[in-house]
Nanobody, 124 residues
Framework: QVQLVESGGGLVQAGGSLRLSCAAS????????MGWFRQAPGKEREFVAT????????YYADSVKGRFTISRDNAKNTMYLHMDSLKPEDTAVYYC?????????????????WGQGTQVTVSS
């Protein structure tokens, strides 16, 4: 069973940057795609980005494309989400997730392990 722990959230002004980290336990991290999702109060969980198991490919939601960068360091069992040019509408709890397969997906049903979430708040 993979355990995922997000960190790096906080309060940032619009236009600023944050880097989120997702630390994973276990030895299977490098075999699976990973993803980031977010959820604002009263809204459904929203896909943000996914990355293949080796980090060779990535896919982003249109709302964050060009501003966010997903990456991973398999030697450290860690995935990252670097967020630039943050907007107030980026405010949400951000969750990391482990995919069921080596290729990623935008559907949360394709992920079988989830972290507890980290709060990102962007002020205007």
């Amino acid at each position: 069973q993979v355990q995922l722990v997000e960190s790096g959230g906080g309060l940032v002004q619009a236009g600023g940057s944050l880097r989120l980290s997702c630390a994973a336990s276990g030895r299977s991290f490098s075999n699976y795609a990973m993803g980031w999702f977010r959820q604002a109060p009263g809204k459904e969980r929203e896909f943000v980005a996914t990355i293949s198991r080796s980090g060779g490919s990535a896919y982003y939601a249109d709302s964050v494309k060009g501003r966010f960068t997903i990456s991973r360091d398999n030697a450290k069992n860690t995935m990252y989400l670097h967020m630039d040019s943050l907007k107030p509408e980026d405010t949400a709890v951000y969750y990391c997730a482990k995919g069921r397969y080596s290729s990623g997906s935008v559907g949360p049903e394709e992920y079988d392990s989830w972290g507890q979430g980290t709060q990102v708040t962007v002020s205007s």
